[in-house]
């Protein structure tokens, strides 16, 4: 059974940080590209950023160079660095694997999700 279990979300005033992480298991996560994407009230679902199995990343403009997303292939878990975070950063972010070795942002395609995360941003 594939399992992707997201956790580190929580509460930070604008101009903080957080961590996210994402434990993933039953499926091959080391040859899978993986990504994060996130939702607020009212909009759908986003991609924020994928990283390939070879490392290589991309990212959604609005969070360019204030998120980082990387990946632990020995422990099968995938991270989300955020900092400088906005009020509009506010989400549900879920963790998702897309069994392709290369994807982007733009082309991802997951084929498991997990459960989400809460980011709440206050100014």
């Known amino acids: 059974q594939e399992h992707l279990v997201e956790s580190g979300g929580g509460s930070v005033q604008a101009g903080g940080s957080l961590r996210l992480s994402c434990a993933a298991s039953?499926?091959?996560?080391?040859?899978?590209?993986m990504g994060w994407y996130r939702q607020a009230p009212g909009t759908e679902r986003e991609g924020v950023a994928s990283?390939?199995?070879?490392?290589?990343?991309t990212y959604a403009e609005s969070v360019t160079g204030r998120f980082t997303i990387s990946r632990d292939n020995a422990e099968n878990t995938l991270y989300l660095h955020m900092n400088s975070l906005k009020p509009e950063d506010t989400a549900v972010y879920y963790c998702?694997?897309?069994?392709?070795?290369?994807?982007?942002?733009?082309?991802?395609?997951?084929?498991?999700w997990g459960q989400g995360t809460q980011v709440t941003v206050s100014s």
């Open positions: 039953g499926f091959d996560y080391r040859s899978s590209c």
């Open positions: 990283i390939n199995s070879d490392g290589d990343t």
């Open positions: 998702a694997a897309d069994l392709l070795m290369w994807c982007s942002v733009a082309t991802m395609r997951p084929d498991y």
